[in-house]
RNA sequence: GGGCGAUUAGCUCAGUCGGUUAGAGCGCUUCUCUGAUAAGGAAGAGGUCCCAGGUUCGAGUCCUGGAUCGCCCA
């Protein structure tokens, strides 16, 4: 067992009013003078590696609260692995490319439209982008640094590098030879101010409650056919008028049953969904059902488009005719469904099926184009009131109405976005195994899984990779006038097939590169398209090493990280690009082993926190109250972290009280008091070995949940801990370290260092300042091993606990007398038994001392101060006996308890008598439960109680007074601002009776108010006191 | 409309394998202790464990349905 006492002599004092955040700028400047991060790697350096990989974040805004909490759960493991031994590397990131970074430079120039770019100028406007991105770089690292997130910034990886870029061609590359790289036609939603495809995560970020019209058209028969005659109309319903002019064909489900119906408002029968009649035509009674056939009967049918800018020939030979599909409900609508082929998916696989043509009259800004004549170079969303009101003036409306509901829109710019056919550039990440890969994965919390993760996977579509934008890393593809494709892997091919090298890879440069097509020798140039930022993000773990081309290491050896990080928010994104790009690259095994999925962040009323509500709270201004470690603290422990926090300054305040005030305390406190050399090999006690044990379970538990990623529960189990040091073992050893315990000392110490290291990745700044005051032997906690756990002591454990539950129950007991526990009492009586009263009489001294009581007495039999009554235990006599358990507690119940309680003390079974058979029970099954005799000042619970005698003889009752005295000296000490160790003259005046307890117990006054001299003739110019109702007057002065 | 999650004291949260009388902290009331602690201790008030069914000897816990909230998707 180590020693501290050479420690103790150079530990600086401490200040119990320590502003935190003062001292965590103390702390930093340390580890920069100390170099400690890079230290703690040096230091494993050759260990196994542990993988880390930091999901890169955009700097071109200022971070927020939430990055705080992201940041603490990325620091948090790695500082754990590596006391654990193992290489955590971990080298920073940023997101550079993609549309964010646009929108911002588009609005510092005051232009909105690719137009306005391109006039600008690409170049220009991607060196604006460049800079832009870093605008906010210089917080982020401030912050970064002030919580404590150890990253290698200076290293940092950028999506922006040329060896990021070509490390992203090369993985393309590798995914066309795969064949997994293709253009189609697809439907896809489409921003019209930005001018490109979302892809569906960014999809994801941009619904809104919006209220489009709600349109039910007729559209007439043209021929007679099946059930329906000529002049019939169909009943087409639709959220989208804008798409009407465009239509091309009906869908129906061919087996739901349809009706040909007349009203009494309208002249002509119309169709639509049985089910939906009276949704659409109101009142029942006032419909005639005319026909009733399936949708299949009217496959084939001709009829009048809605409008007639676009005749059906345009579409081929089914143009408006009905058609038969699987994606018909009769959930809304009229069970017939208006299709354009350009403008949503399922129409567009349709139309694919019925082999119609594509016709799109709507320009890539988003308006009509001349085909449709008087709405030509109208923005498509505002020509909805204008189309309804022409289909009411030509008898073409059944009803328009408001439909509120929730709509895409883009996700940086809130312009709703359109469903828009486009060719666009795909990976078919449909023809690789995504579920294969997450099935290895181990998340937290385990829902997102088989739940949000699973789910969405299993629904997963082709990737949508292609943007028509600007700022991004560009597509490596270049394509000849035949049309013959090339997918450039590196700048090295480039330059062979090309002669140009070039140092900036993005646009427009890269534009200019062309070549000569290897199949036929015409001039191949570069598609416009850049790629997808997620896609830059997925391929980070390569990447970033600028890997295969700098050769070090092989993707298998880089696959997978143990470890990343992120909110919930990056299902659809990071933690999908990064497994997509590893099952593209090299099939189903994991990309990362462990996901810690964080929650949201809302306001203390469960509010998003944004600035029009004003209710943001910024990291500055919690970071800079209360400090870091009490942020990463409340991160960490007031909850488990996916079920999203409650934020507030309050509950950051909290946290500070309660835990790192209390630990701060106790850790001041043990700087207070110096071994004597006569007691430095004093004898540990039994509070001692407890304090230990306790050390080894809290090592146990913390180890245990931090290697399940559980830092809520691991962090809880600190916080006992200290709270057991703090309000037991302090306060039970206070005596033996004024007078210089070596035993004490070594064990409040050793706990403290110890807890130092558990809580140093929790709380790193608070953590090292112990450490290196208390041990110091590391230059940082941060470099020492984790602790091992020692042995317990799980009896004395077990004892513990009932000595402090009989101290609870005999304060309680005081407490309903209204006995001070100043005024010492003769004795306590206990009622215990076997183990319980083993475990109390071996603490006996701690009971006494906390209870203020000079004997404690035991009873065995409660028949002194109360009786037993009898309870079955249900946890263990219910498997037993099951169905039969009525019968069993009513025969526990009947049985005498004074014969049971002597068989069980005894350890004899219990016999009862069940359905014609003998039972035998044993000490789990049944329970002793006091019961009360009248009469008796006595606290009970279970089998166990304590009772007080409260009579008092003169000894005790000057004794009391006596303790009264010191408390009030006390109080005159404090009041005269002395510290807690200044020797003192006392002089004391007064009331007789005082003075007498005071000079009867005068050495034991002297000791408790560190008096080196006590006088009983002062002249009654000290200060008053009032003990009950007795007047004293103390004089204190320095000695 | 679908998926996922949540709902336990005024507030923030625990609650293991289904087991007796559901816990902690904060806040509140009363009392108390103090030679580290703006702390600690005791007592009190505060609960239809969202609702309704079901399974079971026994349900906060398991099942089904519903409500509300959040996120995601249509």
Not at 159 to 168: F, I, M, P, Q
Not at 291 to 302: S, T, W
Request: contains cysteine.
């Amino acid at each position: 067992m180590r020693s501290y006492t050479a420690a103790l002599m150079a530990s600086r004092p401490v200040d119990p009013q320590q502003s935190f955040p003062d001292l965590e700028r103390d702390v930093l400047k340390r580890w920069g003078e100390r170099d400690v991060f890079r230290a703690s790697l040096r230091l494993r350096e050759g260990a196994p590696p542990w993988v880390f990989w930091e999901g890169p974040p955009t700097a071109n805004g200022p971070p927020g609260v939430h990055h705080v909490l992201s940041r603490a759960f990325k620091d948090i493991f790695p500082r754990y692995r590596t006391m654990r031994g193992y290489l955590v590397e971990r080298r920073g990131g940023w997101d550079c490319h993609g549309l964010p970074v646009e929108i911002a430079v588009e609005k510092q120039l005051g232009i909105s439209s690719k137009e306005q770019i391109e006039e600008y100028g690409i170049a220009e406007f991607n060196a604006r982008c460049r800079e832009s991105v870093f605008a906010f770089l210089a917080d982020w690292n401030k912050l970064t640094e002030r919580i404590g997130f150890w990253l290698d910034l200076d290293g940092a990886y950028r999506t922006l590098d040329a060896s990021y870029v070509e490390s992203v061609w090369w993985a393309l590359k590798q995914i066309a030879d795969k064949d997994l790289l293709y253009e189609g036609h697809k439907v896809v939603p489409y921003c019209p101010r930005c001018g490109t495809a979302l892809s569906s995560h960014e999809v994801a970020l941009g619904y809104q409650d919006v209220v489009d019209p709600s349109v039910y058209v007729r559209l007439r028969v043209v021929h007679d056919g099946g059930p329906l005659q000529a002049g019939d109309e169909l009943l087409v319903w639709t959220t989208t008028p804008w798409t009407l002019v465009s239509n091309a064909a009906v869908a129906v489900d061919p087996e739901l049953t349809y009706v040909r119906a007349k009203t009494g408002t309208l002249d002509a029968p119309v169709v639509l969904a049985e089910a939906l009649v009276e949704r659409v035509l109101g009142d029942p009674g006032a419909v005639q059902i005319l026909e009733r056939f399936p949708g299949a009967a009217i496959d084939g049918v001709h009829y009048e488009p809605p409008f007639g800018y676009l005749p059906s020939s345009a579409y081929g030979e089914r143009g408006h005719t009905v058609l038969l599909a699987d994606f018909v409900t009769a959930q809304d609508g009229t069970g017939l469904v208006h299709t354009a082929i350009a403008f949503g998916e399922d129409d567009f696989r349709l139309g694919a099926q019925y082999g119609l043509d594509v016709v799109n009259p709507v320009k890539l800004d988003g308006t009509y184009d001349e085909r449709i004549g008087r709405y030509a170079g109208r923005f498509v969303k505002d020509a909805d009131a204008d189309l309804i009101e022409d289909l009411r003036s030509r008898g073409r409306l059944l009803r328009a109405e408001d439909y509120e509901h929730s709509y895409p829109h883009c996700w940086r710019c809130s312009t709703p976005l359109l469903y828009y056919a486009k060719p666009s550039w795909y990976i078919a990440t449909t023809q690789v195994d995504l579920l294969a890969a997450n099935e290895q994965v181990t998340w937290h919390p385990e829902h997102i899984k088989q739940g949000r993760f699973g789910r969405w996977l299993e629904n997963n579509v082709d990737w949508a990779l292609s943007r028509e934008r600007y700022w991004g890393t560009p597509l490596p593809v270049w394509r000849c006038e035949q049309g013959h494709v090339t997918v450039i892997g590196s700048f090295e091919e480039l330059r062979e097939r090309s002669g140009v090298l070039l140092e900036d890879p993005h646009r427009p440069y890269v534009d200019d590169v062309t070549f000569d097509c290897e199949a036929c020798g015409e001039t191949a140039t570069r598609v416009p398209e850049v790629i997808d930022v997620w896609f830059d993000s997925g391929a980070m773990p390569f990447a970033q090493r600028h890997e295969p081309f700098a050769g070090e290491l092989a993707l298998d050896e880089i696959y997978p990280a143990d470890f990343i990080c992120e909110a919930l928010d990056q299902t659809r994104g990071w933690f999908y690009s990064l497994l997509a790009v590893s099952a593209l690259l090299r099939g189903p095994d994991k990309p990362y082993d462990h996901v810690v999925c964080l929650g949201l962040i809302l306001d203390e009323h469960g509010q998003k926190m944004s600035k029009s509500k004003g209710n943001v709270v910024g990291p500055w201004e919690v970071i800079d109250e209360f400090g870091a470690d009490a942020l990463r603290w409340y991160f960490f422990t007031s909850k488990q972290p996916w079920d999203g926090y409650l934020f507030s300054p309050e509950a950051i305040g909290e946290g500070v009280r309660l835990f790192l005030r209390q630990l701060w305390n106790t850790y001041a406190f043990s700087t207070l008091y110096e071994p004597e050399a006569a007691l430095a090999d004093a004898p540990a006690t039994d509070l001692d070995r407890w304090a230990r044990s306790r050390l080894s379970a809290t090592i146990q538990t913390v180890t245990d949940r931090l290697d399940a990623y559980d830092a809520t529960a691991a962090g809880r189990a600190v916080a006992a801990f200290v709270d057991d040091m703090s309000n037991w073992y302090v306060r039970r050893s206070r005596r033996r370290f004024w007078e210089g315990d070596g035993a004490a000392h070594d064990t409040l110490r050793h706990c403290l260092v110890t807890v130092s290291q558990l809580l140093a990745p929790f709380v790193p700044f608070v953590a090292d300042e112990i450490y290196d005051n208390l041990d110091g032997s590391s230059p940082s906690v941060h470099l020492t091993d984790w602790p091992e756990a020692g042995e317990r002591d799980l009896e004395l454990e077990r004892a513990m606990t009932v000595a402090r539950e009989t101290v609870r129950l005999g304060l309680a007991a005081r407490g309903a007398a209204k006995i001070k526990v100043r005024q010492p009492l003769h004795e306590a009586v206990v009622v215990a038994a076997g183990p319980e009263r083993d475990a109390i009489e071996r603490l006996a001294d701690v009971v006494r001392e906390e209870l203020n009581v000079r004997a404690l007495r035991f009873v065995a039999e409660a028949g002194e101060l109360g009786s037993y009554s009898l309870k079955p235990n249900y946890r263990t006599l219910g498997p037993r006996f099951g169905k039969a358990m009525p019968q069993v507690a009513a025969a526990v119940a009947s049985l005498d308890a004074g014969h049971v309680a002597d068989a069980l003390r005894d350890a004899r079974p219990v016999g009862i008598h069940l359905d014609g058979h003998d039972h035998d029970l044993g000490a789990d099954d049944i329970q002793l439960v006091m019961a009360p005799l009248e009469g008796y000042q006595l606290e009970r619970e279970g089998s166990h109680a304590v009772a007080l005698d409260l009579e008092l003889d003169d000894g005790l009752r000057r004794e009391g007074l006596a303790r009264e005295v010191v408390h009030a000296v006390q109080g005159a000490r404090r009041d005269a601002g002395l510290d807690i160790t200044d020797r003192i003259v006392l002089t004391l005046a007064g009331d007789d009776e005082l003075l007498a307890a005071a000079r009867a117990h005068e050495r034991y006054l002297a000791g408790e108010v560190l008096a080196v001299g006590v006088h009983f003739d002062g002249d009654g110019d000290g200060e008053p006191a009032s003990i009950e109702g007795r007047e004293l007057r103390i004089s204190v002065v320095r000695g």
